[in-house]
């Protein structure tokens, strides 16, 4: 059986990475992997560290390129590829736009197609925006949907999906956490937290605390950006010398340009370029609280037993939210600044969220598709 993994960008790489390990090691599965490049310089530290050699490298990126240019290059560029190596699967994960044209792509060809992570929705087509409809699409033509959670697969089953077509797997996020977590901090962290007067290991105690941000949603471009910005700038000078904020910021203009122009000044407020994915992870586990408006940290952080808030309106991972995990406080400026202060101030609050159960899975998501594979033909 022969199946080809395709994907494009940081997130969709970590993923998958687990998935490619296992199909490499298992009896009957020729495993080729096919990377867009959407990403260029994020996918690569992710397939270095995961040991990851594609057999086809499209190198899709471009500076400044539309929706419209990704998708058509990625229609283009990949169809040659399908027509050669004729898999017999096709697997993707998520929402990018990668992961839309493949799948649409394979059902062209009539090959069958494996949706990592399916499910997810917020039953609102502009947030997040392009992603929503990203996944449905994918999920309109996937053959397997490895839903990561019990509610994921009640979405697909609303949707009519046959339920002999759902597994519920576990997201391989959890996987890829778990074999990196272990490994030693890289210099770039020991140095920061060195610089920033922190001790390596995480405690509450005043004036060891940090703050991980990500913010970089195209939903939240413009005003709301500007909101979250005003809203850790009122933290920052709240806390001054107790608390660090640590923000690596997207290389996309409409974030650096607003970030740096409201936060880049402030004392307590350290602003890096875009983070390779095993300092981000111990970054993690370094924080008392993580600030995202990202997917990922939604599932990553509550598996290292770090509180998060959402900065957005709506997340398709309610799961966290109903765990006691996540927190949504979209991004109002107020509620922004009196959920982190709760979170802060009040150790009771604090270990609520931090102690509560992980709904994403037990890092055995890979085994389970793979074995899915296997059993569906």
């Known amino acids: 059986m022969k199946v080809l993994s395709v994907f494009g960008t940081r997130p969709e790489a970590v993923k998958m990475a687990p998935v490619v390990r296992y199909l490499a090691q298992t009896p009957g599965i020729e495993s080729l992997v096919c990377v867009t490049a959407q990403h260029r310089q994020m996918l690569d530290q992710v397939l270095s560290l995961f040991e990851i050699v594609p057999d086809v490298d499209l190198n899709l990126m471009q500076a400044d390129q539309s929706l419209a240019q990704v998708t058509a290059a990625v229609f283009t560029h990949l169809d040659p590829v399908l027509a050669r190596l004729k898999p017999d699967w096709v697997l993707v994960q998520g929402d990018t736009t990668t992961v839309m044209a493949a799948a649409l792509l394979a059902y062209y060809h009539r090959i069958r197609v494996g949706h990592v992570e399916a499910g997810l929705r917020t039953g609102d087509k502009w947030q997040p925006f392009p992603e929503e409809i990203n996944r449905r699409v994918a999920g309109a033509v996937a053959d397997l949907h490895f839903a990561p959670t019990e509610w994921s697969r009640q979405n697909l089953l609303r949707e009519n999906v046959p339920d002999e077509r759902i597994r519920v797997t576990g997201n391989p996020v959890i996987d890829a956490l778990q074999s990196v977590v272990n490994m030693p901090p890289p210099p770039e962290v020991t140095s920061l937290l060195y610089k920033l007067g922190l001790s390596q290991d995480a405690n509450p105690s005043p004036g060891n605390r940090l703050v991980l941000i990500t913010a970089h949603r195209r939903e939240n471009f413009g005003k709301p950006l500007e909101n979250i910005c005003t809203a850790i700038r009122q933290l920052a000078d709240h806390y001054q010398s107790q608390v660090q904020f640590v923000y690596p910021v997207h290389l996309n203009p409409n974030v650096q340009v607003p970030v ?118």
């Open 260 to 377: 740096y122009r409201m936060l880049g000044k402030v004392p307590n407020i350290t602003l890096l370029p875009p983070l390779d994915y095993l300092p981000l992870v111990h970054l993690i586990k370094r924080s008392t609280l993580v600030l995202t408006d990202s997917g990922g940290l939604q599932e990553e952080a509550p598996g290292l037993g770090v509180p998060v808030l959402v900065m957005r309106e709506v997340t398709e991972r309610p799961e966290g939210v109903e765990a006691g995990t996540v927190r949504l406080v979209g991004t109002d400026v107020e509620r922004i600044v009196n959920q982190a202060r709760l979170l802060l101030d009040d150790p009771v609050a604090h270990a609520a969220m931090a102690r509560a159960v992980n709904p994403y899975g037990d890092g055995q998501a890979a085994s389970r598709i793979v074995k899915a594979i296997l059993e569906h033909g």
